[in-house]
Structures are given as C-alpha cells and as structure tokens.
C-alpha cells in the first residue's frame, strides 16, 4: 500500500505544481485581472474579436497548457476587456477525442479561477436532436447530461483537490439560472428570441457523429442537442465555485430516421458558426456587460 500512497502524493504535487507555474506566468505576463472567462467553440474563436486592450498568447507558449489540434479552435488565450469587465477567452478548447486527459481538457479552468474569474460563459457547436429545432438555433444550455462521465471518464476522478473544491459536488443547479434569465432578456433585447432554445446538452465523447440508433436513444433520455465537449469544464467549474452560462449553437440535424439522406460533416458545422458569428458576438458582449453588473449588484 505504500508506494501507491505515495505515488497518489507526487502526482497531487506534480498538478498542483503545474497549476502553480502556470498561474504565476499569466500573471507576471499580463496585467489583466479577468472576472469572465469565455470558452469558445468550433467556429466561434470570433467572440473574442470584440474586446478591447487585447493581450494574446498562443497556448504552446503557455507553460503546462494543452495544444488545440481541431480546424476551427485557433489556439489562444486572449485577454481584453469589454465594456469595463476585464475577459479572458479561450479561442478553441480541448476534447477527448484528440487523446487529452480529462485534467487537461479542465486545466485552464482551474487557472481561471486562480486568476480571479467568477463567471465563466462556454460556447459549443452541437447537432440538433429536439425534433422542433432548426439549424442556426441558439441554446441556453439548462442541464446536461454527462455520459462520459457514466462511463468513468470524469474530470473529477482520482484524489480530491480540496484547494478547488469538496469531494462530492452537487450538479443539479451547474447551470445559473441568473445567467440563463439574463440571457433570456439580452436575447429579446436583440431581437433573436424567435431562434432562442433553452434544452438539454449531452456530452459525448466523439470523434464521429452519431449512428442513428445512438440518436434515438439520446432522444429517449431527454437530450436536446449532442456534442463533443463543455461538460467537463462545467463540471469542474462548478466544482470550484463558479458561475456558469452555456450556449450551444445547432449547427446540424441529428438524422433519427433511416430514410433520411442528408449526412453531417465539419465543414457544415463551421459554416453555420460563421452564419451566427455577429449574433453571438452581440449576444457575448451584452451577457458580458450585464452580468458583471449583476454580481457587482449581488455582492
């Protein structure tokens, strides 16, 4: 038994040491202080596109972070403010399907909230599984539903960190129902409200798309919309006190029917970011704003 304590040990160290470098970096290389972290989806590396005082890293120049290896994730932390909030934006995530750990996928969430974050705003592309939905849709993400994370591949596996947070997190409110309100009056406000969801998103693990039988049966489990990331830094957000607001950009129908021809790839779904790019960019910058505001006002 005591070498595998002891190994437990050096691998908590390891982490916590990588955590450590890594925060100090950020800090001695920027001034800004973000309090919203924005994670960009496929296609959607343009939300950053409006900050102001930009500061850009690459992530292989970052120490300990994870490289984006997918067409449409461009690879870099941007710092900037908007309005007067100070952001930081992940222009491109990481998966599981490009062979990461969990931990990776989760790590810069962590420094997030080293640096001082308190809210942070996750944005997807998923294929459409609600029949009532339409391509270019927007979806609040309301609850998720984590299959990886049945299956033990889960962020939170192994010793607890308790520096982040307690053992056994509670998932039911993962999803802040200030923050989905909010964007709910910023989407009416805008005038988009005729292609604003509010449903469930399932993770899957990828890297294909689903089989038709695999579809029908997220359909039966109450999934809206499926994909291929977001959850695991929900879910470590959440884990560390954070504020979370998903939204999820249908970039394509899930096929529940075998007569049907059409067949999904990722050029469509990039296209389809690119369509709803500025919306969201409006959609981004405003919840941004107001929802600063609203934990300046709760505090």
């Known amino acids: 038994g005591h070498?595998?304590?002891?190994?437990?040990?050096?691998?908590?160290?390891?982490?916590?040491?990588?955590y450590k470098l890594t925060h100090e970096w950020l800090l001695n290389h920027t001034s800004h202080r973000p309090k919203v972290a924005v994670i960009c989806g496929s296609g959607l590396g343009l939300l950053a596109d409006r900050a102001a005082n930009k500061?850009?890293?690459?992530?292989?120049?970052?120490?300990?972070?994870?490289?984006?290896?997918?067409?449409?994730?461009?690879?870099?932390?941007?710092?900037?403010?908007?309005?007067?909030?100070?952001c930081v934006f992940m222009q491109g995530h990481f998966h599981l399907y490009e062979g990461y750990s969990l931990c990776q996928v989760t790590f810069p969430v962590r420094i997030f909230k080293l640096m001082g974050v308190e809210s942070v705003l996750v944005t997807n592309a998923s294929g459409g599984i609600c029949p009532d939905f339409k391509v270019g849709d927007i979806m609040i993400i309301k609850d998720h539903i984590n299959l990886p994370g049945f299956a033990g591949?889960?962020?939170?596996?192994?010793?607890?960190?308790?520096?982040?947070?307690?053992?056994?997190?509670?998932?039911?409110?993962?999803?802040?129902?200030?923050?989905?309100?909010?964007?709910?009056?910023?989407?009416?406000?805008?005038?988009?409200?005729?292609?604003i969801r509010e449903g469930v998103y399932c993770m899957v693990s990828g890297p294909n798309f689903e089989t038709i039988a695999e579809a029908r049966m997220l359909r039966i489990l109450g999934c809206d919309s499926v994909g291929m990331s977001t959850v695991p830094e929900v879910t470590v957000a959440k884990h560390?006190?954070?504020?979370?607001?998903?939204?999820?950009?249908?970039?394509?129908?899930?096929?529940?029917?075998y007569s049907r021809e059409e067949k999904v790839n990722h050029e469509e779904v990039l296209q389809i970011s690119k369509m709803r790019a500025e919306v969201l960019q409006k959609l981004v910058t405003m919840l941004i704003s107001r929802c600063q505001q609203q934990s300046i006002n709760t505090h």
Do not use: W
């Not at 304590?5 to 916590?16: A, W």
């Not at 192994?158 to 307690?166: H, L, S, T």
């Not at 560390?240 to 029917?257: A, F, H, Q, Y």
């Open 3 to 18: 070498s595998r304590g002891s190994q437990t040990r050096i691998s908590e160290y390891r982490i916590s040491k990588d």
């Open 55 to 86: 500061q850009i890293f690459r992530y292989q120049d970052i120490p300990n972070f994870p490289v984006s290896t997918v067409e449409g994730h461009e690879g870099c932390l941007v710092f900037g403010t908007i309005e007067d909030t100070s």
């Open 153 to 195: 591949q889960h962020p939170l596996c192994g010793p607890n960190d308790e520096r982040f947070g307690i053992r056994f997190p509670c998932m039911s409110d993962a999803y802040s129902k200030d923050l989905r309100r909010l964007a709910v009056e910023v989407c009416s406000e805008l005038g988009c409200s005729d292609f």
């Open 240 to 257: 560390c006190g954070l504020r979370v607001l998903g939204l999820s950009l249908i970039t394509n129908k899930v096929s529940l029917d």
